[in-house]
């Protein structure tokens, strides 16, 4: 099991940008992907976006594609989710997930969430 912790949530106005960071601790750490995911008032949650730790390789939901860009630092163990362009309708708390195995989201381990509020 590891541990999540994510950093970077905030306020901002309509149009701005924040970079989420997700550092992942506990003992020697290794995942197969790493990813993000938001839950809105009332919503469920959803995917975000997502890479492959050893590859680079990701994906995006059709909703962020275009503003939204993730990345991942081995050195640090860490993956970030750069959020330009923000929507009001991007206001969540964003949590960052390892599948560890590739057996799925189902089966990840989650940070604690981190709350973006995106003003008009």
């Known amino acids: 099991q590891v541990q999540l912790v994510e950093s970077g949530g905030g306020s901002v106005q309509a149009g701005g940008s924040l970079r989420l960071s997700c550092a992942a601790s506990?003992?020697?750490?290794?995942?197969?992907?790493m990813g993000w995911f938001r839950q809105a008032p009332g919503k469920e949650r959803e995917f975000v976006a997502a890479i492959r730790w050893s590859g680079g390789t990701f994906a995006y939901a059709d909703s962020v594609k275009g503003r939204f860009t993730i990345s991942r630092d081995k050195t640090k163990n860490t993956v970030y989710l750069q959020m330009n362009s923000l929507k009001p309708e991007d206001t969540a708390i964003y949590y960052c997930?390892?599948?560890?195995?590739?057996?799925?989201?189902?089966?990840?381990?989650w940070g604690q969430g981190t709350q973006v509020t995106v003003s008009s």
């Open positions: 997930a390892a599948d560890l195995t590739g057996g799925g989201w189902g089966s990840a381990d």
């Open positions: 506990g003992r020697t750490f290794s995942s197969y992907a």
